[in-house]
């Protein structure tokens, strides 16, 4: 059977979310390889999220806030950029692809963009093939 | 803490959920996940049976923890915790999972959709373990509203508002109250006078004690949240300010400016017009070209801007309306003049708009059908004007044929716009825009005039283009909210504040340097960071920066949502369970 990857995706609720939601009304179609978890804002993304979600058999794990100048939080974003490229480093030197680990802006009118956005992800996921964590992890 | 007793909801939404995930079998994958005492599909869940059904099991099961697989909570999230307060719970202690707008709305198939809708639901689960009672904090109302934008809708919430006795700011960017339609001549389908309806309005919002009207001021930096925001106004002092417990948004629109496309000549061929100039014409009473002459063919354009992949998808909604105005007053003005109506779709819906249709009709003018999306008129001055001023040429999609149309006056209908500093305000009153910069209803159906931020309403062609009765019915509607939120007094706001664990706090301060709030004191006697809750937005990004974990954001805890992660990749298979280690 064709490996299908699982990503774990942080989506803030009031652009992001509400963009996946938008994707939803529209009824545009996407990869089902996606899961979501709604969060206040992609500021709240604790590193430990996203290396939690690798030790637990994620093949890719997706952040996505609102465009810069758009934070609901005034700055949330900015926050999340500057750990995310911290965290981008250190996810490559645990041996991590750096194309497992993704942040992207995603307004609340951007349903087709967040569509687009998984399925592009979910094919370069299933090029990498499985996590590496997994093997470790002793996870199928 | 008690044991939790979980009850699992799988809702079908009729058949929205229903035909793509297999909801029976994802009601049976929960009943074997911890502390989950049972689990159901029904056919609505948020209808009156669906929620008395929960209601019903909390009681008769000692449930404790309620999770609903159903929509997004962004809609029916606020209705599923009044169940459980109504059943005597703490409407914290429930969590939604997201299988409709995340899951069958959006695959087809459906093993994929259901295995991915399980692990949403068993994420939930896990989650709603660790969910704490959360105690709600009211604040009071501050009765005063401030209203942006000084037209139509904006007046009509205004005096709607004041006229209850209550204190409204009325901001306006420009230097004159009355907006686009103070630049309307008459008003369709009925021919009565705009200028009448809006004069009064500013007559009465001048007079009125209970109205402060603050011309050339844009809303900015405003700060607080429902029922307590303030703006500052450096212009009248340093500490000027304004305070006020609710928003009402009513910046209106612009008109599309049809220089762009080159087929019209806009701004070169001097005898085409908008919509808007030409209302101006008719207000002056004089129809009549630019040197002065009256002219004898008239044609009018539809969509300009409107329903075109190059322009705007949309449709205007008041062009084809006003257009067929035009024409019936233009007949009445030049009775022998040749009237040419290029029109694309003749959209005349709304009360009495289909028998304006009808009667303009029957007035001798000329109905030629475009295809808005492949040829446009094509506007050149004529090479005798002697005849006419200008030729265009015209592909009429129901003959077939390609029709030359003399012409001494083009009128473009021009399309309905948001300004270009919508953003600005968006940004400063917290609201979203849509992909045509319209703001964003918290629902289109049932909530369409409120926003997702509380306090903070939307009225007018702000949020969508719409004519006068639609505008004036909204800004009704938006200022009957704030009413009923002042005449309540109190409201109810989000307590998934942050807070310290006082034993936790090594005193680094990092939480203060990146709240966006400056909602974090340093309480130097005890060397820990103290929340102010009242500050405090919920975002989180203090509890993500500290180090010791001592900073904990309510209802999105550590805790919270690391089981999240944990039960949303339980359904991948083990090879043993031996790696059960603990982050």
Redesign the interface.
């Known amino acids: 059977m064709e490996f299908q990857p ?1 990503i ?1 995706s942080f989506l803030c ?3 992001s ?2 963009g ?2 938008l ?3 529209s ?4 990869a ?1 390889n996606i ?7 992609s ?7 996203v ?3 690798f ?4 093949d890719g794990v997706l952040i996505c806030g609102c465009h810069p ?2 934070c ?5 974003n900015y ?1 999340c950029l500057r ?1 995310f490229k911290l965290l981008h480093k250190y996810i490559q030197q645990m041996g991590i692809h750096k194309d497992r680990l993704r942040l992207e802006w995603i ?4 349903g087709r963009q967040f ?1 687009d956005l998984v399925d592009n992800m979910t094919e370069r996921l299933m090029e990498l093939g499985p996590s590496p964590i997994k093997e470790i ?4 | 803490m008690e044991e939790p007793r979980i009850g699992v909801y799988v809702c079908w939404c009729g058949t929205n959920i229903e035909k793509v995930v297999d909801v029976a079998e994802v009601a049976k994958a929960m009943e074997k996940l911890p502390n989950v005492v049972l689990s159901k599909n029904y056919k609505y869940m948020c209808s009156d049976p669906g929620q008395d059904l929960i209601i019903k099991d909390i009681k008769e099961n000692n449930l404790n923890r309620i999770v609903v697989s159903a929509c997004s909570p962004r809609i029916h999230e606020l209705t599923f915790r009044k169940t459980l307060e109504k059943a005597g719970l703490n409407p914290y202690l429930l969590q939604m999972a997201n299988i409709r707008e995340h899951v069958s709305w959006v695959h087809d198939d459906k093993k994929a959709a259901t295995d991915k809708a399980k692990s949403l639901v068993a994420a939930a689960v896990t989650r709603v373990n660790h969910h704490e009672e959360l105690q709600k904090r009211t604040v009071d109302i501050n009765p005063a509203t401030l209203i942006i934008g000084g037209g139509i809708a904006g007046l009509t919430a205004a005096l709607e508002i004041a006229d209850a006795g209550k204190k409204v700011f009325l901001l306006e960017k420009t230097n004159h109250l009355g907006g686009v339609v103070a630049g309307i001549d008459q008003s369709f389908p009925y021919f009565d006078s705009a200028q009448q309806i809006i004069q009064q309005f500013i007559k009465r919002i001048k007079q009125h004690e209970n109205v402060e009207v603050l011309l050339n001021t844009k809303a900015e930096n405003i700060t607080g949240y429902v029922g307590n925001f303030k703006m500052p106004l450096p212009m009248l002092g340093i500490d000027a300010e304004l305070e006020f417990g609710n928003i009402i948004v009513a910046t209106g629109l612009k008109p599309y400016d049809p220089s762009a496309i080159r087929e019209y000549g806009y701004g070169y061929l001097p005898n085409v017009i908008t919509s808007l100039e030409f209302e101006k014409m008719l207000m002056s009473g004089k129809i009549e070209t630019k040197d002065g002459k009256t002219p004898e063919d008239i044609l009018i354009i539809h969509c300009v801007g409107s329903r075109n992949k190059n322009c705007h998808e949309y449709c205007s909604r008041t062009c084809c309306m006003t257009a067929l105005k035009f024409a019936t007053q233009l007949r009445s003005a030049l009775p022998k003049a040749n009237i040419y109506q290029a029109y694309a779709d003749m959209r005349s819906f709304g009360k009495d708009c289909e028998e304006l249709y009808l009667k303009a009709s029957q007035k001798d003018i000329m109905f030629l059908m475009y295809d808005q999306q492949k040829y446009l008129p094509e506007i050149r001055r004529a090479p005798n004007r002697e005849k006419c001023e200008m030729l265009v040429e015209i592909e009429e999609i129901l003959s077939g044929d390609m029709v030359e149309v003399p012409a001494d006056l083009v009128i473009l209908m021009t399309a309905m716009e948001a300004h270009e500093d919508v953003k600005d305000v968006a940004r400063t009153v917290g609201v979203s825009l849509c992909g045509n910069d319209f703001f964003i209803e918290r629902h289109p159906k049932l909530d369409p005039v409120a926003t997702t931020t509380d306090g903070v309403f939307i009225a007018g062609t702000c949020q969508a283009p719409k004519d006068i009765p639609d505008s004036v019915a909204q800004a009704k509607a938006a200022a009957a909210r704030v009413l009923s939120s002042i005449d309540v007094g109190q409201v109810e706001i989000e307590v998934t504040t942050a807070f310290t664990n006082e034993d936790l706090c090594c005193g680094c301060q990092t939480c203060i340097s990146v709240c966006p709030y400056k909602a974090i004191g340093f309480n130097e006697e005890n060397r820990v960071s103290v929340v102010n809750e009242i500050l405090c937005k919920g975002c989180g990004t203090c509890s993500s920066a500290c180090p010791t974990g001592a900073i904990r954001t309510r209802h999105f805890t550590d805790k919270q949502i690391m089981s999240q992660i944990e039960g949303m990749l339980s359904m991948t298979k083990r090879k043993s369970k031996k790696t059960e280690l603990e982050v």
């Open positions: 699982t774990i609720n009031w652009c979310y509400t996946a939601d994707a939803g009304t009824r545009m179609k996407y089902p899961r979501i978890i709604r969060i206040m804002c500021g709240r993304v604790d590193p430990t999220f290396l939690k979600s030790r637990e058999g994620a100048g758009d609901h939080y005034h700055e949330g926050k750990r307004s609340a009118s951007e569509a992890m002793e996870i199928a």
